[in-house]
C-alpha cells in the first residue's frame, strides 16, 4: 500500500451567503421579504493567465475552481496545484500550479460549446481521456435507489427558498456524503469534484445524483471522476447515452419518488423493491415531468 501523503494546495476560505433578502410586491400588492439567490461573476486565473469567468453562488467557490480545473483536465492530480485564493473584492481566483504554461496554452487551444448552463466547453484532450474510460459496477438495490432519493428530497434548501439553483449530491449506498447547489448544475458538479480531492473520497462505489439534465458533458464528468452511476431527475440527450455506454456508467433519469428510467447499465440494478402496477389507463407520469 502506498503510504505516500498527498499534499494539499493552499487554498482561502471566501465561501458567500447563500440567498439575500429583496423587498418585492405580491399578487395581493402586498410588501413581503423574498430570500433571492446569489450569482456572481468568478474569473480563474492560472499561472497569471486568464482560464474562464463562472457565474457562480459562491458558496464553495475554492472547491468549484479545483473541480472545475480537474474536469476540464488542466490539472490531473490534487497535488499539481499549488494554492487556490479566491478575492471577492475583485471577483477572481488565482491558482498557482506545478505545471508550466505552455502545457495550459495546449489545453485552451482546441474546445467544443457544448449545451452545458454555466460553462458550455468541454477541452479537446478530455475525449481522447475517454476512449480509455470503462468503468467497472456492482449491482446496485432498486430498494436503496429509493432510500436515496427520499433523502435526496429533502436537501434542496436554496431551491425551496428562492429557486434559480441546481442541486448535485454525492452519496454511498446509505447516505448522502456531499451535497452542493449552485446557479448552474456543472459548477454543482465541478465543487464536489474539489471537494472529492480535499477529503480524499473514493470514487469508484460512489453514487452521483444532480437535478439538471444527463448531456453529455454531465456523464463525461462523472466517467472522469470515475462514479460508476449517475441519477437525475430530468431527462437524456442522445449523446448524454453515447457516452455512458461508450464509458459504462449506469445511468437513470426521471427519478423522482418510486418512479426512474434506467438508460444504460440495467444489468447493474438489482429490481428488489418493484412499486405495484400501474392502472391500464393511468396518465403517463414520465411526460408530464
Same mark, same amino acid.
Given at each position: 500500500?502506498?503510504?505516500?501523503?498527498?499534499?494539499?494546495?493552499?487554498?482561502?476560505?471566501?465561501?458567500?451567503?447563500?440567498? /439575500?433578502?429583496?423587498?418585492?410586491?405580491?399578487?395581493?400588492?402586498?410588501?413581503?421579504?423574498?430570500?433571492?439567490?446569489?450569482?456572481?461573476?468568478?474569473?480563474?486565473?492560472?499561472?497569471?493567465?486568464?482560464?474562464?469567468?463562472?457565474?457562480?453562488?459562491?458558496?464553495?467557490?475554492?472547491?468549484?475552481?479545483?473541480?472545475?480545473?480537474?474536469?476540464?483536465?488542466?490539472?490531473?492530480?490534487?497535488?499539481?496545484?499549488? /494554492?487556490?485564493?479566491?478575492?471577492?473584492?475583485?471577483? /477572481?481566483?488565482?491558482?498557482?500550479?506545478?505545471?508550466?504554461?505552455?502545457?495550459?496554452?495546449?489545453?485552451?487551444?482546441?474546445?467544443?460549446?457544448?449545451?452545458?448552463?454555466?460553462?458550455?466547453?468541454?477541452?479537446?484532450?478530455?475525449?481522447?481521456?475517454?476512449?480509455?474510460?470503462?468503468?467497472?459496477?456492482?449491482?446496485?438495490?432498486?430498494?436503496?435507489?429509493?432510500?436515496?432519493?427520499?433523502?435526496?428530497?429533502?436537501?434542496?434548501?436554496?431551491?425551496?427558498?428562492?429557486?434559480?439553483?441546481?442541486?448535485?449530491?454525492?452519496?454511498?449506498?446509505?447516505?448522502?456524503?456531499?451535497?452542493?447547489?449552485?446557479?448552474?448544475?456543472?459548477?454543482?458538479?465541478?465543487?464536489?469534484?474539489?471537494?472529492?480531492?480535499?477529503?480524499?473520497?473514493?470514487?469508484?462505489?460512489?453514487?452521483?445524483?444532480?437535478?439538471?439534465?444527463?448531456?453529455?458533458?454531465?456523464?463525461?464528468?462523472?466517467?472522469?471522476?470515475?462514479?460508476?452511476?449517475?441519477?437525475?431527475?430530468?431527462?437524456?440527450?442522445?449523446?448524454?447515452?453515447?457516452?455512458?455506454?461508450?464509458?459504462?456508467?449506469?445511468?437513470?433519469?426521471?427519478?423522482?419518488?418510486?418512479?426512474?428510467?434506467?438508460?444504460?447499465?440495467?444489468?447493474?440494478?438489482?429490481?428488489?423493491?418493484?412499486?405495484?402496477?400501474?392502472?391500464?389507463?393511468?396518465?403517463?407520469?414520465?411526460?408530464?415531468?
Amino acid at each position: 500500500m502506498d503510504n505516500t501523503e498527498i499534499k494539499k494546495p493552499q487554498i482561502s476560505n471566501a465561501k458567500r451567503p447563500r440567498t /439575500s433578502k429583496i423587498k418585492v410586491r405580491d399578487e395581493h400588492n402586498d410588501e413581503r421579504e423574498f430570500p433571492v439567490t446569489g450569482e456572481l461573476p468568478l474569473t480563474i486565473y492560472v499561472n497569471k493567465k486568464e482560464v474562464v469567468t463562472l457565474m457562480t453562488l459562491g458558496h464553495y467557490p475554492e472547491s468549484l475552481v479545483i473541480g472545475y480545473l480537474r474536469n476540464q483536465g488542466f490539472i490531473k492530480k490534487i497535488d499539481d496545484l499549488v /494554492s487556490v485564493q479566491v478575492d471577492w473584492d475583485v471577483n /477572481s481566483a488565482v491558482v498557482q500550479t506545478t505545471n508550466q504554461n505552455q502545457k495550459l496554452n495546449n489545453e485552451l487551444t482546441h474546445k467544443i460549446v457544448t449545451s452545458g448552463c454555466g460553462q458550455g466547453t468541454t477541452f479537446s484532450g478530455i475525449w481522447d481521456d475517454l476512449k480509455n474510460k470503462k468503468l467497472q459496477s456492482k449491482q446496485i438495490k432498486q430498494s436503496t435507489i429509493y432510500k436515496l432519493l427520499k433523502l435526496l428530497h429533502d436537501k434542496n434548501e436554496i431551491y425551496r427558498q428562492s429557486g434559480a439553483v441546481h442541486g448535485c449530491a454525492l452519496c454511498d449506498k446509505e447516505k448522502i456524503i456531499d451535497f452542493v447547489e449552485d446557479v448552474g448544475r456543472h459548477n454543482a458538479v465541478d465543487a464536489i469534484a474539489g471537494n472529492m480531492w480535499l477529503d480524499d473520497i473514493e470514487s469508484t462505489d460512489k453514487i452521483f445524483y444532480t437535478t439538471g439534465r444527463l448531456t453529455s458533458e454531465m456523464v463525461i464528468k462523472v466517467a472522469q471522476m470515475e462514479i460508476p452511476y449517475l441519477i437525475s431527475r430530468s431527462g437524456i440527450t442522445e449523446m448524454g447515452l453515447t457516452v455512458a455506454q461508450e464509458t459504462g456508467v449506469t445511468l437513470m433519469g426521471r427519478a423522482k419518488g418510486k418512479h426512474f428510467l434506467v438508460y444504460n447499465g440495467s444489468e447493474n440494478i438489482e429490481f428488489d423493491d418493484k412499486p405495484e402496477p400501474r392502472p391500464v389507463n393511468a396518465p403517463d407520469i414520465w411526460k408530464r415531468r
